[in-house]
């Protein structure tokens, strides 16, 4: 036993060298477990993996041989039932709609490095992903590996995934292919295996409240915790009739631009704005921006993130503007502060003059917990114009501009308590300021800094009570809103 764990330990060491050939790997390893795996209907690249073997010699398997130290075998090889053709390179390619066999790892590599530069993507690395079904898993599990513990040992220590089998085997033709390194980074090239066992496994587990069916063995199976919770001679292994479907993209981690917008027009939303198949509205912000954005980076969606909104109808977005951040999905081309600036002068001078763009920049998580935490603490600024049921006179306006940190409560408004729950909220005016109106005792601005989630129309008119207090009560008489601005967002991001 000794000599014979020696001998296997000692084949392991020559296993990645390209001067080693196949059959002397394979005369190495111990014949009564090569014999095993082979009438298991395993395929030889498998084999090398289950004790561990990796590197060039990999690469110079034959697909056309089941068994290489066997010659009566067949010479057109059987679909391993342990990676159902993955590592033999045979696939159902959901692009061409049909099963295809390819004879080596740089076969299918060219495959990939066809679409990634047909989508023409700015990289200068790209990071590798693979997705396999379950079922590799379990029939892996359904191997009765050997009786020798340290056969065993080897087995449960020294394997090799699939999954990084098949990278081994495709990261070298891949660099070259494109032309740069592959590490960790944001662009990634995604290979996903499916299998139609492993989908009909998911629609029985539904119906049987969790247990998948006997796929591969003679009991159910319901989580990797429990293949490995029981003992797994008691599971067979069924003979594979066919590929996996493989499909492959690449995509780019997301983007995000921050920066500021002022809104000039009041028939403009935030964001996009459907109601019965009816858009509201003549443009939304989000739409204004983002379209500019997508389109000088090639991306495949946005998402508009602002710091807050205002209503349609009457409310514009002044001063300093509201803070936003956009985050687009999947670029193509990498964007760099100057294509930022492009980007912002782009939108500035369009015609119409809707809404306008400052201090555009590229953020990350850092621009996320600034805004964040900026929302929690923010004060805005308004002008609203006002009209009251009577002339005012001086001492009401001073009245209403003695007024400092005065507390409001509000219970949420009529308006909008179809969607929002019925709370009672309580909020701060931290300071007001009466500006008159030529000609007119009975129109005036007001001018108010509130906390933020006031809501300053009900903070006017009362809300039938719901309000308190509110300008119509201190003033002693009806008050209506007929126009409202935001003057200014008190937070310190994307100032400059």
């Known amino acids: 036993m000794e000599q014979e764990e020696e001998k296997v330990s000692n084949a392991f060491i020559p296993s990645s060298l390209s001067s080693f050939d196949l059959e002397q790997v394979l005369h190495a390893l111990p014949s009564n477990a ?22 060039p010699i990999c690469a110079s398997v034959d697909n056309g041989s089941e068994n290489p130290l066997d010659s009566t075998t067949s010479n057109e090889a059987k679909l391993c039932n342990i990676c159902l053709g993955i590592l033999q390179f045979r696939f159902y390619d959901d ?8 004879d080596t790892a740089y076969d299918v590599a060219l495959l990939i490095a066809d679409m990634v530069k047909q989508e023409r993507y700015q990289f200068d690395t790209f990071s590798l992903e693979v997705s396999i079904p379950p079922l590799i898993l379990q029939n892996e599990t359904c191997l009765k590996y050997g009786s020798e513990p340290w056969f065993q040992e080897k087995l449960h220590t020294g394997c090799i995934s699939i999954k990084d089998a098949l990278k081994f085997s495709l990261i070298n033709p891949l660099e ?21 066992k492993a989908l009909e496994g998911v629609a029985k587990c539904s119906e049987n409240d969790g247990s998948e069916s006997d796929l591969i063995g003679q009991r159910p199976l319901s989580s990797t915790v429990e293949i490995e919770s029981f003992d797994s001679s008691k599971l067979f292994l069924k003979s594979a009739s066919e590929p996996c479907h493989f499909s492959y993209n690449c995509s780019r981690t997301p983007f995000y631009f921050g920066g500021r917008y002022l809104k000039y027009s009041r028939n403009v939303s935030q964001t996009r704005w459907i109601i019965d198949d009816e858009r509201m509205g003549e443009a939304s912000v989000e739409e204004i921006i983002g379209t500019k954005v997508l389109q000088a980076c090639r991306g495949d969606n946005y998402k508009f993130h602002a710091a807050g909104r205002e209503d349609i109808d009457v409310v514009r977005m002044l001063g300093p503007g509201r803070p936003f951040i956009l985050e687009v999905q999947n670029t193509r081309l990498v964007p760099t502060e100057q294509c930022a600036n492009n980007i912002e002068k782009m939108i500035n001078e369009v015609e119409n003059k809707l809404v306008r763009v400052k201090n555009l920049k590229l953020v990350g998580s850092d621009g996320w917990n600034l805004m964040r935490e900026g929302e929690a603490e923010k004060q805005k600024q308004y002008a609203a114009l006002v009209w009251t049921s009577r002339p005012l006179k001086d001492e009401d306006f001073q009245q209403v501009s003695s007024l400092k940190d005065l507390k409001v409560v509000q219970r949420t408004p009529i308006r909008v308590l179809h969607r929002r729950s019925p709370l ?26 509130t906390q933020a989630g006031t809501y300053i129309k009900e903070f006017v008119h009362g809300d039938l009570g719901r309000t308190h207090p509110s300008i119509g009560s201190i003033l002693g008489c009806r008050a209506e809103i007929l126009q409202l601005d935001v003057t200014d967002i008190k937070m310190e991001c994307f100032l400059t």
Not at 34 to 55: A, E, Q, T
Not at 183 to 194: A, G, H
């Open 34 to 55: 090569l014999n095993h795996l082979f009438s298991l209907g395993v395929c030889v690249r498998c084999v090398l993996r289950l004790f561990g073997i990796k590197g």
């Open 95 to 102: 692009r061409e709609k049909r099963v295809l066999q390819k």
């Open 176 to 196: 070259n292919l494109l032309g740069c390194k592959s590490s960790l980074c944001p662009f990634r090239i995604r290979l996903t295996y499916t299998h139609t």
């Open 424 to 449: 009672e909220r309580e909020k701060i005016i931290h300071w007001m300021k009466i500006e008159t109106v030529a000609g007119s005792s009975q129109y005036f601005l007001l001018h108010l800094c």
